[in-house]
Every structure is written in structure tokens, then in C-alpha cells.
């Protein structure tokens, strides 16, 4: 049996405490992200960001689907709202280089098992400012999904080019910007 060592132990707990703290900051990253969407309904809001799920590579029978849900409500949006490929910066963690644990680099591209889904509302615009994947799109009549100006924007849905209008899309959904 191994006995840890009075100085071995305060190393594991300072990186226990280092772990316990990333995790708090992603708590809190979330929650930010939650009063953002709830301040935005409701309120004119012109929005520039990037809308990822922030979930490793899993293989699909692993887990159920966390998928993100997204409803604008009287918003005016610019950004990407996308699936993405969630890989560390680094091949191996260890205690050493711990600190990259939380450290990923996102690739937009096609869902595997976690989707993304967004309605927009008819008083709400979205302009896609790079190309983004989405498994479901429900536009309202009035809502606009266009490209940034001098820019074109198509959508497909499951290899088929389909028209941007109002109506409800599921399956593989890439909006396109062309230049």
C-alpha cells in the first residue's frame, strides 16, 4: 500500500483546488451566457459574438445529445451560430500542464451528437458572418437571415441548396457566406 507523503499531498490539493476553480469559471461562463440570452428577450438588442457549444469530441454512443438551444426574441445578431469541434491546445494533460484542461480550440463543422438549434422570431435578424452548422432553424415570418454586406449567403439543408425563408428546417443545415 502507498502512503502519500505530507508535501505530495498539498501538491495534489493545490491542483484539486486549480481544477475545482477552472470548473467555477465554466459554472460561471455558462450562467453569464444564460442572463445574456434572458436580457436579450424582449429588448432590441444589436448582438456580435459567436454562439459554440463548448463540448469535446465524444463518440455518439457515449452520451445523450446536449444540444444548444437557441430563441431570439427582438434581437439583431451578428455571428456564428454553429457545431464545432472541440479539441485541446495539447495531446497529453498532465499534472504538470494541468492548466490546459479548460484550454480548447474550436473548429466550426457539421454536429456529431451535440446539435444546435435556433428560432428567430419575426422582429429578429441574423447576419452570418462565417460559414455555420446547425441541426434545426426556426425562422418566423419578418425574421432576416442574410450575409454581411457585399457578401452572399446560401443554405443547405442535407446537401440540398433550399431557400432562406420562413418555415422550420431539421437535419445537416449549413449556411454558407460566398464572397
Same mark, same amino acid.
Given at each position: 500500500m502507498y502512503e502519500t507523503k505530507p508535501e505530495e499531498a498539498a501538491q495534489i490539493q493545490v491542483k484539486m483546488d486549480t481544477l475545482s476553480q477552472r470548473m467555477a469559471a465554466l459554472r460561471g461562463d455558462i450562467r453569464m451566457c444564460k442572463n445574456i440570452l434572458e436580457r436579450s428577450r424582449?429588448? /432590441? &438588442?444589436?448582438?456580435?459574438?459567436?454562439?459554440?457549444?463548448?463540448?469535446?469530441?465524444v463518440k455518439p454512443s457515449t452520451m445523450a445529445p446536449i444540444n444548444l438551444v437557441l430563441r431570439f426574441q427582438n434581437v439583431q445578431y451578428a455571428g456564428a451560430l454553429s457545431a464545432t469541434r472541440a479539441k485541446h491546445r495539447v495531446s497529453h494533460i498532465? /499534472? &504538470?500542464?494541468?492548466?490546459e484542461l479548460g484550454m480548447l480550440v474550436?473548429?466550426?463543422?457539421?454536429a456529431v451528437n451535440n446539435g444546435v438549434i435556433a428560432t428567430f422570431d419575426g422582429?429578429?435578424?441574423?447576419?452570418?458572418?462565417?460559414?455555420?452548422?446547425?441541426?434545426?432553424?426556426h425562422l418566423e415570418p419578418g425574421a432576416m437571415v442574410q450575409a454581411p454586406a457585399g457578401k452572399a449567403l446560401t443554405m443547405t439543408v442535407d446537401g440540398v441548396e433550399?431557400?432562406?425563408?420562413?418555415?422550420?428546417?431539421?437535419g445537416n443545415i449549413?449556411?454558407?457566406i460566398l464572397e
Open positions: 424582449g429588448m /432590441a &438588442e444589436k448582438m456580435e459574438s459567436d454562439f459554440m457549444p463548448p463540448m469535446p469530441e498532465t /499534472a &504538470e500542464n494541468n492548466q474550436h473548429t466550426l463543422c457539421p422582429a429578429s435578424a441574423w447576419t452570418v458572418t462565417k460559414t455555420c452548422y446547425l441541426t434545426a432553424l433550399t431557400p432562406i425563408a420562413p418555415g422550420h428546417y431539421f449549413v449556411m454558407t
